[in-house]
């Protein structure tokens, strides 16, 4: 019996050392490339508090350095919906989800009849079925979803025989055929990235310690960190380098904000990156650097009953679509981001008027908006003021970009000094555009709901955050995050997310 336990130990042993050395390529050699290089740090949930009162107190030397060096600004508008995968796509093909049609985290597809999610958590995953969200998380997103009608800034510079690397970042779409290394009893799965590629367990270069499994499969900042130093002390940053740094995440949706230790513990990791250099100065010499967050962070309030607008009770009485796939009974679908829903009726007889109606007395609702032939339609939540506005030519907002509006523009908060056709935002920065981007991510009828800052929706097992912090909105608490430029005196045409791929470009 001693000796069976023994022999099972030994396995298990040998089963986990070898489970520590999957996925270890060799380091690609990569060539030397002319000129200077970019490097973008995306600090996932970096926000502007506690970050500029410890740069106030001299207390995080990497941020500003590059703040005295560069730039720093906190009103980089992000995406929509504010999450992490539309975000990216955003960031990487300088297109909203009506060009990328990637819609959000969850969304459903008319084409497929399912709910599709890329991965909120353990127990939809289970739900859905591992293999599916697998598939859909480390194959389609970046190989079929992401539209081929848009081009990466990966794609983009390979096209000039310029090669790019990408560490830890969830879309990452490029030439280079990639075979994941994909954990028994699952398939392989081959996917198109990078020359240099680190996607956590599935696909690196150096293991990343003795407890993956704790520390996010490899999808941390610490494994990040080492791949980026190796390739500053190796000389062979390509031409751009797209870094991820996930950890301040899971801080800010448990605790709605980031503690002081947490931004320091990133600003170590920033000096780590310059100390690679040999001289700080010498990192601006040879690169552009830009560091960021992604999306902002909405505190949820601490009362479950009040914070959480609970979407399948709103719609008991009828069927909705589960996880995993949708039968024909099924009369609606919800596909909930966090702060922001797409809620789709699946059968003719189920009337979009009629889910407003379920929706429009709900005062912590924000906007509840659909399509209406080429029209948007925006309802306040609560209130029930209504407007409605298309692409045209009677007004010109901060972006230069034209729209017919009509109706009570307080919906979106729009500015409009009297008789002048300029327009500008208040609570929605790029509000017209981002929403028209997303009720355009996809095919089909639906609404499209946010809920005001402190709240949250919940629907078809989605995730929720009580008394900790949330996005997915449109509004400026979730699409305001911080960013630092230094290395270059040029600035990007906008401060928005949009505007960074053609940014990026020129400083090539
Ligand atoms: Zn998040």
Redesign the pocket.
């Known amino acids: 019996m001693t000796v069976l336990l023994w022999v099972l130990l030994l396995v298990l042993v040998v089963a986990y050392w070898a489970s520590l050395k999957i996925g270890i390529k060799k380091h690609p050699d990569l060539p030397a490339e002319e000129g200077k290089k970019v490097i973008l740090i995306v600090v996932d949930?970096l926000l502007s508090e506690p970050l500029e009162s410890l740069m106030a107190q001299n207390k995080v030397p990497a941020f500003s350095f590059l703040k005295e060096k560069g730039s720093y600004s906190n009103r980089m508008v992000s995406s929509f919906p504010t999450m992490?995968v539309t975000i990216d796509s955003t960031l990487l093909t300088g297109t909203y989800p009506d060009k990328h049609r990637i819609p959000g985290l969850r969304w459903y597809s008319l084409k497929e009849k399912r709910l599709i999610h890329y991965g909120d958590g353990v127990f939809p995953t289970i739900k859905s079925g591992i293999k599916t969200v697998m598939n859909d998380g480390l194959f389609h997103l970046n190989n079929t979803h992401l539209s081929t009608q848009t081009r990466t800034i990966h794609e983009e510079l390979a096209v000039s025989g310029r090669s790019t690397a990408s560490i830890n970042a969830i879309v990452y779409r490029s030439n280079h055929m990639k075979d994941l290394a994909i954990p028994w009893p699952f398939s392989k799965i081959q996917t198109k990235a990078p020359d240099y590629f680190v996607l956590g367990n599935f696909y690196r270069y150096m293991s990343s310690g003795f407890f993956p499994f704790i520390n996010y499969y490899g999808v941390n900042n610490r494994v990040s960190i080492q791949h980026l130093v190796r390739m500053i002390r190796k000389d062979q940053l390509p031409s751009f380098t797209v870094v991820y740094l996930a950890d301040l995440?899971h801080e800010?949706?448990k605790q709605g904000e980031l503690s002081s230790e947490s931004v320091v513990q990133v600003d170590r990791q920033l000096q780590e990156v310059f100390h690679a250099f040999g001289k700080w100065d010498e990192g601006l010499e040879k690169c552009v650097f830009m560091v960021m967050g992604d999306s902002g962070v909405s505190r949820i309030k601490n009362d479950k009953k009040e914070a959480i607008v609970d979407l399948d009770q709103t719609f008991s009485k009828m069927r909705v679509a589960p996880l995993g796939s949708s039968g024909p009974t099924d009369e609606m679908a919800l596909a909930v981001n966090e702060r922001m829903s797409y809620i789709y009726p699946l059968q003719d007889q189920v009337e979009l008027q009629a889910m407003v109606k379920e929706l429009k007395h709900d005062e912590r609702l924000d906007l509840i908006s659909w399509k209406d032939k080429d029209w948007v339609k925006v309802m306040q939540g609560g209130s029930g003021k209504e407007m409605r506005f298309r692409k045209g030519n009677t007004f010109v907002d901060e972006y230069h970009q034209q729209w017919d509006i009509e109706g009570d523009m307080e919906v979106l908060d729009l500015k409009r000094a009297p008789k002048e056709e300029a327009i500008g935002y208040g609570s929605y920065p790029d509000g017209l555009m981002r929403l028209y981007a997303a009720l355009h991510s996809h095919e089909g009828k639906f609404l499209l709901v946010t809920i005001q800052p402190g709240y949250e929706m919940k629907g078809t097992g989605s995730p929720t955050h009580v008394g900790g912090g949330s996005?997915g909105g449109l509004h400026e608490v979730d699409s305001y995050f911080p960013i630092f430029i230094a290395g270059t005196k040029e600035r990007p045409t906008y401060n928005r997310i949009v505007d960074l791929k053609d940014f990026i470009l020129r400083q090539m």
């Open positions: 949930s992490s995440d800010s949706h996005h």
